[in-house]
C-alpha cells in the first residue's frame, strides 16, 4: 500500500530583518552605556538607532553604527565552510550622559527609507552610580558558560546543561544583579557561525537588562 504523507502548515517569519539580541555594556566613562543588537538590515536599506530615556520622560533618538564581517575574514573551516551563515549586521549606539542611579528605558529601530519604523522590544536598564558614591554593587563574575538548547536537542550527552541551569539561576535573581563579567570561554562554537545566535538569544534576558562584559583570563 502507498505511504499516507502529511505535512504541516507552511510557516513564515513575519519580518526575518527585524532587530533582534540587544545587548549592554558599560560605556568607556561611567554616565554611558552601549548597546548593540543584530538585524538584517544594511545602511542601504534602514537607518539604526535607540530611542530611550528615563522612564516616563521624554525620549531621545541616538544614532548606531554599523559592521559586518565575511567568509574571508573567519581563521579557516569549519567557520569558512559548513559552519558558516550569513551574520547580517551589527549595530552599535551610546547612550551618554547618564543621571545616576535613575531607570531608563530603550528600544532598538530602524528607520526604513519609506518612513516606516521597525522596532526591537523595549527593555530597562539602571544607571550606575555617580563614581565614589556610597553604593552597593552587585556583579556576577563566571567563566566556561557555554550555551544549550532547552529542549536538549543539538548537544552531545547532554555535554552543557549546567549552561541552561546558570542562565536560568541569572535571569530568576535579575533584580539583585547590577552587572555580568563573563570571563572566557563564551559559548564554545567551534567554527559554527549559528553557536553565537543561539548563545545571544539564551543570554538575551540579561544582557539586555544590565551590563554584559565579556574579558579574558
Not at 554611558?32 to 530615556?53: D, L, N, Q, R
Not at 536598564?125 to 563574575?141: C, H, M, T
Not at 563564551?186 to 551590563?211: H, K, M, N
Request: glycine share 8%; charged share 20%; aromatic share 12%.
Amino acid at each position: 500500500m502507498p505511504k499516507l504523507i502529511t505535512r504541516s502548515n507552511s510557516i513564515t517569519f513575519a519580518n526575518p530583518k527585524a532587530p533582534v539580541y540587544p545587548r549592554l555594556a558599560q560605556g568607556k566613562s561611567w554616565d554611558e552605556m552601549t548597546v548593540t543588537w543584530t538585524s538584517g538590515y544594511s545602511t542601504k536599506e534602514a537607518t539604526p538607532f535607540v530611542e530611550w530615556g528615563i522612564q516616563g520622560q521624554i525620549q531621545i533618538l541616538s544614532p548606531a553604527g554599523t559592521l559586518t564581517f565575511s567568509r574571508d575574514t573567519m581563521c579557516g573551516p569549519p567557520a569558512r565552510t559548513v559552519g558558516w551563515r550569513d551574520p547580517g549586521f551589527i549595530h552599535t549606539s551610546f547612550l551618554k550622559d547618564l543621571w545616576p542611579n535613575l531607570k531608563y528605558t530603550y528600544r532598538i529601530g530602524h528607520r526604513l527609507f519609506n518612513g516606516q519604523i521597525v522596532w526591537g522590544r523595549q527593555n530597562s536598564f539602571k544607571a550606575p552610580p555617580y563614581p565614589g558614591e556610597d553604593s552597593l554593587q552587585r556583579v556576577v563574575i563566571f567563566g566556561d558558560l557555554g550555551k544549550a538548547e532547552i529542549d536538549g536537542s543539538n548537544e552531545y550527552n547532554d555535554f552543557e546543561r549546567g549552561s541552561i541551569n546558570t542562565t536560568y539561576q541569572l535571569v530568576k535573581d535579575l533584580k539583585n544583579i547590577d552587572m555580568v563579567m563573563h570571563i572566557g570561554d563564551i559559548c564554545y562554537a567551534s567554527g559554527y557561525l549559528s553557536q553565537w545566535d543561539q548563545f545571544t538569544a539564551q543570554v538575551e534576558p540579561i544582557a539586555s537588562t544590565v551590563p554584559y562584559m565579556v574579558a579574558r583570563r
